[in-house]
């Protein structure tokens, strides 16, 4: 399991976690949590996805989907992360060039 947790967060600004696992029978699973804070015109609001893949490749062009055709912050690091803690995935990690 790979979590990544907005350690910015607070009660006044949308934050975002990303949690991002390897099963034992093989399958990648990405969750997404967006916090939406309360204003004086609307409450509270927590969305949540869950999404499960047989690659790889298809949970990173699910993260880049969700980020509207760019993998945010939070995901890149959650996937570095991921690419980190699976010896087959080490040298799939991004580097800003």
Known sequence: ?????????????NS????????DVGSYIGHIVRH???????????KSKV???????ELLN????????LIGH???VAWEELCSRLA???NNATKRV
């Open 51 to 57: 999404g499960t893949f047989s690659s790889p490749l």
């Open 88 to 90: 087959w995935l080490q």
């Open 62 to 69: 699910w993260l880049r989907d969700d980020g509207r055709g």
């Open 36 to 46: 939406m804070p309360a204003n004086s015109s609307s409450p509270a609001v927590k």
């Open 1 to 13: 399991k790979v979590t990544l947790v907005d350690t910015e967060a607070s009660t006044n600004r």
């Open 16 to 23: 975002v976690d990303i949690a991002l696992y390897y099963s």
């Open 74 to 76: 939070n995901s890149k």
